[in-house]
C-alpha cells in the first residue's frame, strides 16, 4: 500500500537516472494504454515525454518527442498530464500525478518563465537565477508580502520570512529559517535578500547607523570579505573553504561594514595590518642553513618579508626567524632545539599564517555576535542558517567528511520533520497513518559521530596514539567496521575509506585525515605572538592556561561535533522552515536548466522524500467547508437535506466511487490524483 523504500546509494549521477522513481502507488501501469500521454527515463535529459504506440505484454513502445521511439517496461512509464497549466504550478502538492518527471517539468517550466521559486508544501525551492531579477525584491515586492497571508501570494522568500515572523510574533515560538543546496545554489543570496525581508518586516526600513538592522546586514559583506574565496563551484564561495572586482570599492564597503559592526577604528587598523602580516608571511623563503638539516632565509626579499611581517605584527623579528625556523623540544630529561630543514620551515611557516587567519576570524565571528545580541529585549528569536552542501569530489579529505557529517545531520532533523508534520497532522484528524515507511539516516550518523567507537572517536585515539600512521588508522577503522552496511573499503587501497551517504557514497583519502585533525598552536608561535606590542594581536593569543601541557591533544573533529550537537539543540528548540537551493546548471549561466544535475540535487536535498512522504499518504487535504465549497455542485441534492458536514462530504466521495480517502475530525483526506478526478467530474458538470 503505497510503500517505498527509502534507500540512495547511487554511483554517479547515472546510477541515480535508474533510481525508481516511484512515489506513491497510483496504478500507473493500468492505466496507460496506446496513445497515452507518458513520460520515459532517458540518458540525456533524465525524462522525455512521447505517445504510446503499441504495447506488447508489458512492453511499451512510445514515440518521443524527438521522433525516437524507446521500449519500455510498462511499470518505469509514467503518465503525463496533458491538463498541467502551461505556466506550471506554485505548489508541487497542486500537481494533479505528483511523480519525478512531473516535479522536474514543472521546475523547468517556471525557471523559463523566471519563476524561480516554487512550493513543496511548506518547503521553498529557489532556482538559481544566475542574473539580477531585481523586479522579485524592490521594495513594492515586500509592502506586498507584508499584507498577505502564507500561500496567497507566489512562492518567495519573502513569504517564507513573513510567516516565521508573524508565528514568533503572534504566538511566541521561536523560528529558524534552514537554507541549504550546494556549492553555488544561491543559499548565501537568498539568505541575504531573507535578512534584509526580516529586518523591513520588523517596522525597521534598514536606515542609516548602527541599528540591530543593519548591524545584521551589514555583517555578511564584513564576513565575506574575510570568509570567502573564489571556487570552481562558486565564484563567491562561503569558504569560512577575481576579475571584475573593484578592490577600491569593495575595501571602503568592507569599511564602512565594519564601522556600522561596531569595529573600533583601532580594531580596524589592527585587521588590516594582520591581513597585511599574513600576506607577507606567505613571500617569506627559506634554503638551506648552514648546519645539516637546518634552514635560512632564501635571499634579500625573503629578508625584507620577514621583517615587514615581524613590524605589522609588532613582534620581534628574531623571535619570528626562530619561531619559523626552530622547534624546542621539551623531553622529560632536557630542553632541545632543534632545527627545521627549509621544507619544515615551510610547513612552519604555513602552520602560523593558518593561524593567525583563522584567530582573526573567529575574533570577527565573535564580535558580530555581540554587537547583534546586544538588542537584551528581544526573548524569541528567528535564525537563518546558511549551510554548506554535500560535497563528493574526485579527492575528499577531512573537511569533506565534516561538511557531510553536518549534512547528515541536518537531513535526519529535515527528514524528521518532513515526516513529523505529516503524522502529526493525521494524528491531529484521527486518521490512520500507519501506512508511512520511514527510513532514518541514524546508522550512518553513528556510524560517524557515536561514542565510543564511531569514526571521530577512533580517530581522536589515532591520533593521540605516538605511532598512528594513516593507514593504521584505515586498519582500525577496516577491522571495526567490515560488517556495517554503510562503510565500504574500496579495492586497492590502504587508507581510503567510503561512507555510503543520504545523498550517495563518498570515497575519502585519510592521508591527512590525523594531522587536520590535530588542533593545536605550536608553542613558539604562542609565545611570539603572545609577547606582541599590539594588544589586539597579543589579544588573539591569550597565554594558556596552565594545566594544559603541551602534550595534551585537542580535536578538531571533536569540537566540531560538540558544535554540531550545539546547533541540533537550538535547532530543537525552534520551529524549523526550509528553502531548498537549486543549482539549475555547472556553467553557472542564466536560462539553462539542466534535468539531471537538478534531478540529482532534489534527492540528495530530500526534496523528492519530501514529496514522496507526502504521496505515500495523503498529499492533498480540505476542511469540510472547503471540500464541499468546491464540490457540492457534484451532489447539489444536499442543499435539500440537513447533512453534518462530514457526511456529505461522504456523500460526495462515495457518489463519484472514490475510494482509499479518509474522513479526519475537520477535513478530507484524498489520495494521490483524487482530486483531478474530482475536479474532471466538475468540469462535466
Ligand atoms: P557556497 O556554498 O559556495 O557558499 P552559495 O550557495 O552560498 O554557495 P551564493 O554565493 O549565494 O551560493 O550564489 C552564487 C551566485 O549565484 C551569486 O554570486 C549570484 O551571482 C548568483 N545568485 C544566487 N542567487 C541569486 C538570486 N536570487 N538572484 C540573482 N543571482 C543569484
Ligand atoms: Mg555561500
Known amino acids: 500500500r503505497g510503500s517505498y523504500i527509502y534507500r ?30 507518458v513520460w520515459v527515463e532517458d540518458p540525456e535529459v533524465a525524462w522525455i515525454h512521447g505517445v504510446v504506440v503499441d504495447i506488447k505484454a508489458d512492453q511499451a513502445t512510445v514515440k518521443t518527442n524527438d521522433d525516437r521511439e524507446v521500449i519500455a517496461n510498462l511499470s518505469k512509464l509514467y503518465i503525463k498530464d496533458d491538463e498541467a497549466p502551461s505556466e506550471g504550478v506554485e505548489d508541487m502538492t497542486r500537481l494533479s500525478y505528483l511523480h519525478e518527471p512531473a516535479v522536474l517539468e514543472n521546475l523547468a517550466t517556471r525557471y523559463g518563465l523566471n519563476e524561480i521559486y516554487t512550493y513543496t508544501g511548506n518547503i521553498l525551492i529557489a532556482v538559481n537565477p544566475f542574473q539580477g531579477l531585481p523586479h522579485l525584491y524592490d521594495a513594492d515586492v515586500m509592502e506586498k508580502y507584508k499584507e498577505a497571508s502564507f500561500k496567497e501570494l507566489s512562492p518567495h522568500v519573502f513569504a517564507i520570512g513573513g510567516i516565521a515572523y508573524r508565528e514568533m510574533i ?9 537554507v541549504s543546496g550546494e556549492s553555488g545554489s544561491g543559499k548565501t543570496e537568498t539568505t541575504k535578500v531573507l535578512m534584509r525581508y526580516l529586518a523591513y518586516f520588523g517596522g525597521h526600513t534598514a536606515g542609516e547607523g548602527r541599528t540591530v538592522e543593519n548591524q545584521v546586514l551589514e555583517s555578511n559583506p564584513v564576513l565575506e570579505a574575510f570568509g570567502n574565496a573564489k571556487t570552481v563551484k562558486n565564484n563567491n564561495s562561503s569558504c569560512f573553504e577575481l576579475d571584475g572586482v573593484n578592490d577600491a570599492e569593495e575595501y571602503l564597503a568592507t569599511r ?3 564601522d556600522v559592526v561596531g569595529i573600533s577604528e583601532q580594531e580596524q587598523d589592527a585587521i588590516f595590518r594582520v591581513v597585511a602580516a599574513i600576506l607577507h608571511l ?6 638551506k642553513g648552514e648546519d645539516a638539516d637546518s634552514s635560512s632565509l632564501k635571499d634579500e626579499q625573503s629578508k625584507f618579508h620577514l621583517q615587514m611581517t615581524s613590524e605589522l605584527l609588532m613582534c620581534d623579528s628574531h623571535s619570528l626567524e626562530d619561531a619559523l625556523c626552530k622547534r624546542i623540544m621539551v623531553t622529560p630529561e632536557e630542553v632541545i632545539k632543534r632545527s627545521l630543514d627549509p621544507l619544515g620551515a615551510a610547513v612552519s611557516r604555513d602552520g602560523l599564517a593558518k593561524t593567525i587567519y583563522s584567530r582573526l576570524f573567529d575574533w570577527l565571528v565573535n564580535k558580530i555576535n555581540i554587537s547583534i545580541g546586544q538588542d537584551s529585549n528581544s526573548r524569541r528569536l528567528i535564525g537563518v542558517l546558511d549551510i554548506y552542501g554535500f560535497e563528493s569530489f574526485k579527492a575528499n579529505s577531512f573537511e569533506q567528511f565534516c561538511i557531510n557529517y553536518t549534512n547528515e545531520k541536518l537531513q535526519q532533523h529535515f527528514n524528521q520533520h518532513v515526516f513529523k508534520m505529516e503524522q502529526g497532522e493525521y494524528e491531529k484528524e484521527e486518521i490512520d497513518w500507519s501506512y508511512v515507511e520511514f527510513v532514518d539516516n541514524q546508522e550512518v550518523v553513528d556510524l560517524i559521530e557515536k561514542k565510543p567507537g564511531g569514526i571521530i572517536a577512533l580517530l581522536d585515539e589515532a591520533c593521540m596514539l605516538p605511532k598512528s600512521t594513516p593507514e593504521t588508522f584505515s586498519e582500525k577503522l577496516y577491522q571495526t567496521f567490515r560488517d556495517h552496511k554503510r562503510f565500504i573499503k574500496p579495492k586497492l587501497t590502504r587508507s581510503d575509506f567510503t561512507l555510503v551517504h543520504y545523498a550517495g557514497d563518498v570515497r575519502y583519502q585519510s592521508d591527512q585525515f590525523l594531522d587536520k585533525n590535530k588542533d593545536y598552536v605550536v608553542a613558539e608561535h604562542q609565545d611570539m605572538l603572545n609577547a606582541s606590542k599590539c594588544s589586539f594581536v597579543s589579544g588573539l593569543f591569550p597565554p594558556l592556561p596552565k594545566e594544559s601541557s603541551k602534550s595534551k591533544f585537542s580535536s578538531i573533529g571533536a569540537r566540531f561535533k560538540l558544535q554540531l550537537q550545539q546547533l541540533m539543540e537550538t535547532l530543537n528548540y525552534t520551529e524549523p522552515h526550509y528553502i531548498r537551493c537549486v543549482k539549475p546548471n555547472n556553467l553557472l549561466q542564466p536560462t539553462v536548466f539542466d534535468n539531471a544535475n537538478v534531478l540529482h540535487q532534489l534527492r540528495s536535498g530530500g526534496v523528492l522524500e519530501a514529496i514522496r512522504v507526502k504521496c505515500a499518504g495523503y ?14 455542485i457534484l451532489a447539489p441534492e444536499i442543499l435539500k437535506g440537513e447533512y453534518e458536514a462530514d457526511v456529505a462530504c461522504k456523500w460526495i466521495l ?19 490524483g483524487q482530486m483531478a478526478e474530482l475536479d474532471a467530474h466538475r468540469t462535466r458538470v
Not at 503572534?170 to 534552514?178: D, T
Not at 487535504?621 to 457540492?632: G, M, V, Y
Open 8 to 37: 540512495y546509494s547511487s554511483h554517479g549521477l547515472l546510477a541515480s537516472l535508474r533510481y525508481n522513481a516511484r512515489m506513491g502507488s497510483y496504478g500507473m501501469a493500468e492505466n496507460i494504454m496506446v496513445d497515452s500521454h
Open 170 to 178: 503572534n504566538e511566541g515560538r521561536n523560528k529558524c529559517i534552514l
Open 256 to 258: 564602512n561594514a565594519m
Open 282 to 287: 606567505g613571500n617569506i623563503e627559506f634554503c
Open 619 to 632: 498529499p492533498t487535504n480540505r476542511t469540510f467547508i472547503e471540500f464541499l465549497n468546491r464540490f457540492i
Open 654 to 672: 462515495e457518489k463519484k466511487g472514490l475510494t482509499g480517502y479518509q474522513i479526519g475530525k475537520s477535513k478530507v483526506f484524498l489520495r494521490a
